[in-house]
């Protein structure tokens, strides 16, 4: 029995229709059997299976009563393997030794103390560089919807897991689309609060990173995030107030955006999410929203960072599409790095300003369908010497640039079968109303016709 996410879990636990331990049993083993997918690092076992027979124990003694403290008790979780985990090897899909305590990050640790069972790491590209997940660590991790095409990333592992039922939930990081990305292409949920809204650590010094869970529904996500947020004093950042009170107004004006390069069929299927929000009764207006110089602004802040921590004889150890970044860095002056940053207070100003006539956001999370599992990109972007390693998603970095929440949702599929992301982006610290929005927006598009998956061996599909 595979995976149906959080939510359908925490019903069969509370009605007694399953015990933990068979829950995890039987996640355990579909991860063994059936990851084809290339999703899962590491595996817990008889860790989790400990777990597991230590929930089923605070079950029988306090029966309803034992959700009460521990909210996520007896679900699933994955974890990207960037976040330390006690337990479990942390490699950040490196072959460069990782030389951080071997504990859980505040995160981890908050999900443990919500219930929840830690079933393995997931893949991820080196130090998460790529909006793919290619890393010399592990193989490509493949599309739940065809397994010739590339999961994202650098999440990708956290994703794919989610969409092919093998683990109810995953905690991935998000440091310019790295959560939603692959939601987009794997027909999930992927959700990036406000920045700060979860701790994370250790961070870097661009303060571009965010955690944030995936799932199969909004739901979902809502209940894993709830367990995480919150101030840390590993992170000065985490708990930063709301700078935007939270809005909650039945008509909402929605500013609507479509990137240059959208595909026709991915305009097609976020099409269904414009007129079901349309439809809901919210005020939809097609908006630009002009900065220039955004994206070399991210490569130079990245490469800067990526450079200033990389040690010039580990060159040999370093993927090859990270070090042309890296060697980037090198090039890279304190003054462009400062220029580069008032490209991003600038692009902060016009989104400030932009919320201020708009609640939301709106547009196609990713423009393109998923390209080739072992590339970078789709093809005029798969050239790492050329730095366009993200060009490909300009929906995605802005908003870490920002630190503004955003979530991907499921928009129906393409005519290809492949799914298709909606983001929705709100103010900073608008978060409940993101997912509120969400919900609603989920449940009418829930009988658009969804892409079928399956979780047989990889042998069996290709024979």
């Known amino acids: 029995m595979t995976s149906r996410g959080v939510s359908h879990t925490l019903g069969l636990l509370r009605r007694g229709d399953t015990s933990v ?8 083993s579909d991860i063994e059997q059936r990851d084809h997918l290339d999703a899962f ?22 029966g309803a009563d034992a959700w009460r403290n521990t909210p996520l008790l007896g679900v699933t979780v994955s974890v990207k393997d960037l976040l330390q985990t ?16 071997d504990e859980d990050a505040p995160a981890v640790a908050r999900l443990r103390a919500a219930g929840a069972v830690i079933v393995g790491k997931t893949t991820t590209s080196e130090y998460g560089w790529s909006a793919s997940t290619v890393a010399r660590t592990a193989p490509p991790t493949r599309n739940p919807y065809d397994p010739a095409l590339t999961a994202g990333g650098s999440s990708g592992g956290a994703a794919a897991a989610v969409a092919a039922g093998l683990c109810d939930g995953s905690l991935g990081t998000d440091g310019a689309g790295s959560i939603r990305i692959p939601a987009a292409f794997c027909g999930v949920v992927g959700y990036k609060p406000s920045y700060g809204r979860v701790p994370y650590f250790p961070n870097g010094a661009e303060r571009l990173a965010h955690q944030g ?41 929605i500013g609507w955006i479509e990137y240059e390069g959208t595909d026709d069929d991915i305009r097609r299927a976020t099409d269904r999410a414009r007129d079901a929000l349309s439809a809901q009764g919210h005020l939809i207006e097609d908006i630009e929203v002009r900065c220039h110089d955004i994206y070399p602004a991210l490569v130079d ?32 002056s304190g003054a462009t790095v400062m220029r580069a940053q008032e490209v991003r207070q600038n692009l902060r100003n016009i989104l400030r300003s932009v919320m201020d006539r708009f609640d939301l956001l709106a547009m196609a999370t990713v423009p393109i369908e998923p390209f080739a599992a072992d590339a970078i990109g789709p093809s005029w972007a798969a050239d790492p010497r050329d730095l366009l390693w993200l060009d490909w998603a300009p929906a995605s970095y802005p908003f870490n640039m920002t630190g503004q929440p955003a979530l991907s949702l499921p928009a129906g599929p393409t005519r290809s079968g492949l799914p298709a992301g909606v983001q929705l982006v709100g103010p900073v610290g608008a978060d409940d109303l993101v997912l509120a929005v969400a919900r609603r927006l989920e449940a009418d598009l829930a009988t658009a016709p969804r892409p079928e998956h399956t979780l047989r061996p990889l042998a069996e599909r290709t024979s």
Request: glycine share 8%; proline share 6%.
């Open 21 to 28: 331990v068979a829950h995890v049993q039987s996640v355990l």
């Open 86 to 101: 006690r337990g479990l090897p942390t490699t950040r899909g490196s072959l460069l030794p990782n030389d951080r305590p």
């Open 213 to 253: 869970p995936i799932a199969r529904t909004v739901d979902d996500a809502a209940l894993l995030a709830h367990a995480i947020v919150g101030p840390h004093r590993s992170d000065a950042d985490s708990g930063l107030g709301s700078l935007d009170s939270p809005r909650d107004h039945e008509v909402l004006r």
């Open 301 to 332: 802040i990245v490469a800067a960072s990526e450079a200033a921590g990389t040690a010039p004889q580990d060159e040999e150890w370093i993927d090859t599409g990270r070090l042309q970044i890296v060697r980037h860095g090198r090039t890279v």
């Open 41 to 62: 690092v590491a595996v817990a076992g008889d860790e989790a299976l400990r777990a597991a027979e230590q929930a089923d124990r605070r079950i029988r003694e306090l």
